[in-house]
């Protein structure tokens, strides 16, 4: 098998829903059985024809035995080759007013015809009428002096070279408009048609052939073309008469059916996904080669016999197999393209049993064969379905495309973002790095000293150990604001104040200075996403100025920080922290000096914040608003 | 060094008063907490200023608090927290630590501890401190709050150190450290929160005992080793 071929089968369109099984095999009989009716129907419809008083029916044929009678349509078995003559007659009117012509829709092989003696029509003279399998339809003028009014002789001299016995339908006689009128629509169904069907086949075989030929797996397209290019080629090429080299090229091409019929077998094989052996190959293939010698070697007589058998035989058992395939494929897959395949399949078999019966003489009144039609038709719609389904596949590898760019994209996108939060992740991980050993160094060394002096100062006793030991605390205080600060916060400056509060309050125990937390608004303060460790330490040791000043100054029993966001307006909501202490405030003193004042207006100023200060005789109020966004460098005083 | 059940029974100390065990190497510190402690009533104090000697005290009888620092002379004051755990599982453990810092408290409640003491905290407030301890009131600083709860809040990252497995934490619990981590007070939180405020306390010493490395620190071991994290 060609794995290739696998995906063309295999990517049918599935019915809406999966029926089940027996249901399905029963849908299917009953369909199959509809497509035998319709082909039935449409071969029963009469072909036109140009009314009953133009027929001529009742001939004497000649005989060794002396003249018998016949009735058209007759079959004439017998020998071959040999030559029949048939005498009619007809009346013609007193007064012609119009051509009158001589009509024979249907002969086989060739037919001379004679008005009164004379040869008004031989189809020999048309080779594509020599073809048995064409349904070709001859008409003549007769020349009007021939014509005499009253009765008229007609003699048909029937040339039968077989295979085919020889057949001669109902011959007409009369005015040329209406004659021509019927041969018009034989001409076009029998003539036109099948012309523009090959016409297809071979647009459809050179676009299967291009498809194959980029795509080299897709065997079921070359395969498909070449028997389409094969079928084209038997339309239209004439009918040998005289023996020559190239009259056998001609037999050959003519008698490659076998050769097209393998081929379909070999592409409903690969279509349908199965095993393909070379020697299946080569046996499907044989008769069609047989065929096609015989005719390069023999001449066209010898390919006609070698078409008959073993060139029909194998017809038969290729197109049974193409049937039996695809029914199978069609019952066990239960897809539309399979079902589609399998009444082709059907439609064939219709066709190709009632042209058989025809041959044999089952249906002695008619000789219209139906098959090479169809199977021209079935080529073509087949052809078709498969281009559609390249196209739609097609539009699926774009559609995947467009897919595939877009997960591209979006993979992109990702990759960016990620790329960003790797970025980010770095920075903050080397500032925790830096924190930490940062942290580090500082506890073993200066935090470790100071601790100690914390010791021994407090050990020493007196006012002056208490101040040594003071300061050596605020040191310490400041080691750990500075660490504090620089831990990644995520611009959650509450984070900053929490901390904050915990090292002030215990500062604030031995002072009995209690600390109290006021949330002003629910979310307390907004999140500053460009928010640096350097800010963070500026506001923080603005704050323990703030609370410096109450402790050394205001005598105050409490201090209050409330926090909160206010939003004035239509801007962002803004942070506000308010410092305010139960002390009396700067007593005396109009407008509020001294380092620790100046020191905090500089820090606000350095990151924008606005620092506001309220004294009264209940205490100092420090206002800070925070701005909407923290500047990138510090704001020069 | 083998835990007997005397010894682990012996946690209780006799009279209602608190036995404490204080392992600090540096002279004038481990004196300044000494007496801290001592100028409180309630106190037995017992002094270490290095590991052996404090495995030497651990010998003779059960402390109700361990009270250590973490650079000792002759080894780590996590070794001792660790072993201290596994021999008295109803002793107090808490660290000194001189600047609070995560680093350090958070390798010592990895291993067992449930609270840490400022080096240069007021004589009072360290004895209040041990006092709230014994009583089931774990302290928490806000930075220490704030480094857990961004901790559960993050992908796990391997190599974040010091480890620190935040996954048992429920998410009440991390409500309570960020209120925490943002300054509010106990009683603050407990109203927010809708609990009650005597319970705050136990929640933290429950968030305390759920990021104790269970399998004797083999993680912080690691990271020791690796010289990740230097106490």
């Known amino acids: 098998m060609s794995a290739e071929a696998q995906p063309a089968g295999a990517g049918a369109t599935p019915l809406p829903a999966r029926w089940p099984r027996r249901r399905f095999a029963l849908l299917h009989l009953s369909l199959q059985a509809v497509v035998v009716g319709l082909c039935l129907l449409v071969i029963s419809i009469p072909l036109p024809a140009p009314g009953s008083r133009y027929a001529v029916r009742e001939a004497t044929v000649a005989g060794p035995d002396g003249p018998t009678p016949a009735l058209l349509p007759a079959t004439f078995p017998g020998s071959t080759p040999r030559r029949i003559n048939l005498a009619l007659s007809f009346t013609a009117p007193d007064r012609l007013t119009e051509e009158w012509s001589v009509l024979t829709p249907r002969f086989t092989n060739a037919a001379q015809i004679l008005v009164n003696g004379v040869v008004v029509l031989d189809t020999r003279r048309n080779a594509s009428n020599n073809r048995p399998d064409r349904n070709a339809a001859d008409m003549a003028v007769i020349p009007a002096q021939l014509l005499r009014p009253g009765v008229n002789e007609l003699s048909v001299r029937l040339y039968v070279w077989g295979p085919l016995s020889g057949f001669l339908d109902t011959l007409y006689v009369g005015p040329d408009s209406i004659l021509r009128d019927a041969w018009g629509w034989r001409v076009l169904l029998f003539d036109a048609l099948p012309v523009v069907l090959s016409s297809w086949q071979v647009i459809l075989a050179l676009v299967l052939g291009i498809m194959w030929f980029k795509r080299r797996q897709e065997t079921a397209y070359g395969v498909l073309a070449a028997a389409m290019a094969l079928g084209a080629l038997r339309t239209f090429l004439i009918p040998p008469e005289q023996v020559s080299w190239l009259a056998g090229i001609r037999a050959a091409a003519i008698g490659s059916a076998p050769l097209e019929s393998g081929l379909m077998l070999l592409f409903c094989m690969l279509f349908l996904g199965r095993r393909l052996t070379p020697l299946f190959t080569a046996l499907a293939l044989a008769p069609g080669v047989i065929i096609a010698v015989a005719g390069l070697a023999g001449g066209p007589d010898m390919a006609r016999q070698a078409f008959i058998w073993p060139g029909l035989p194998a017809m038969a058992l290729c197109l049974g197999g193409v049937a039996w395939l695809t029914h199978r494929a069609a019952l066990a897959r239960r897809d539309l393209v399979s079902v589609l395949l399998a009444s082709a399949a059907t439609v064939l078999a219709t066709c190709l049993i009632r042209d058989v019966l025809t041959i044999a003489g089952a249906l002695p009144h008619q000789r ?154 629910p979310g307390g303060l907004p999140v500053h996403q460009e928010l640096r460790p350097w800010h963070v330490i500026q506001l923080l040791r603005l704050l323990d100025e703030a609370v410096t000043n109450t402790v050394k100054h205001a005598n105050a029993g409490c201090i209050t920080v409330s926090f909160g966001s206010f939003s004035d307006g239509d801007g962002p909501a803004r942070g506000r922290i308010i410092i305010a202490d139960d002390g009396h405030g700067f007593s005396g003193q109009a407008t509020p000096q001294g380092r620790g004042l100046d020191n905090m207006r500089r820090r606000a100023g350095r990151c924008g914040v606005s620092l506001s200060l309220d004294s009264g005789p209940d205490g100092v109020r420090v206002t800070l608003d925070l701005p909407a966004r923290f500047p990138e460098t510090e704001i020069p005083a | ?95 000194i630590s001189i600047l609070g810092d995560e680093e350090s408290v958070i390798a010592a409640i990895s291993v067992g501890a449930t609270g840490y003491l400022l080096k240069d905290a007021f004589p009072t407030d360290i004895a209040a401190t041990v006092r709230d301890l014994v009583a089931g009131h774990s302290p928490i600083s806000a930075s220490i709050a704030r480094f857990i709860v961004r901790r559960a809040q993050r992908e796990p990252d391997a190599a974040a150190r010091p480890q620190l497995n935040t996954a048992r934490l429920t998410p009440r619990e991390i409500d309570i450290l960020w209120g925490i981590a943002k300054g509010f007070s106990y009683a603050d939180i407990a109203a927010h929160l809708g609990l009650s405020r005597q319970t705050v306390p136990g929640h933290i010493k429950s968030i305390y005992r759920k990021l104790e490395v269970n399998t004797r620190g083999e993680a912080v071991f690691e990271a020791v080793q690796q010289g990740l994290i230097k106490l």
């Open chain 2, 1 to 95: 060094m083998t835990a007997t059940p005397a010894d682990t029974g012996s946690a209780s100390a006799p009279s209602g008063g608190i036995t404490v065990l204080l392992v600090e190497d540096d002279a004038p510190t481990r004196g300044r907490l000494r007496d801290a402690l001592a100028s409180e009533p309630g106190f037995t104090i017992r002094e270490a200023g290095a590991m052996a000697e404090a495995r030497a005290a651990l010998d003779q009888s059960a402390p109700d608090v361990l009270l250590t620092d973490l650079q000792l002379p002759d080894g780590h004051g996590v070794d001792l927290i660790r072993e201290t755990r596994a021999r008295f599982p109803r002793a107090e453990i808490m660290v």
């Open chain 1, 368 to 521: 219209i064969f139906v098959t090479r039609m169809a199977y021209a038709a079935v080529m073509t719609v087949t052809g078709a379905c498969l281009t559609w389904r390249f196209a739609s596949a097609l539009n699926e590898v774009d559609s995947f495309a467009g897919r595939l760019v877009s997960q591209v994209r979006e993979a992109e996108d990702k990759l960016r973002a990620s790329f960003a939060r790797e970025e980010q992740r770095k920075h903050a991980a080397a500032l925790a790095s830096e924190r930490a050993r940062l942290t580090r160094d500082l506890h073993d060394g200066l935090g470790g000293q100071l601790v100690s002096i914390v010791a021994l100062a407090e050990r020493s006793g007196g006012a002056h150990g208490a101040q040594i030991g003071e300061a050596a605390r605020s040191a310490l205080r400041d080691l750990r604001l500075v660490i504090d600060a620089m831990d990644d916060i995520d611009g959650d400056l509450m984070l900053a104040l929490g901390a904050w509060r915990e090292r002030t309050a215990a500062r604030l125990r031995p002072h009995d200075i209690r600390l109290d937390w006021q949330p002003l608004s």
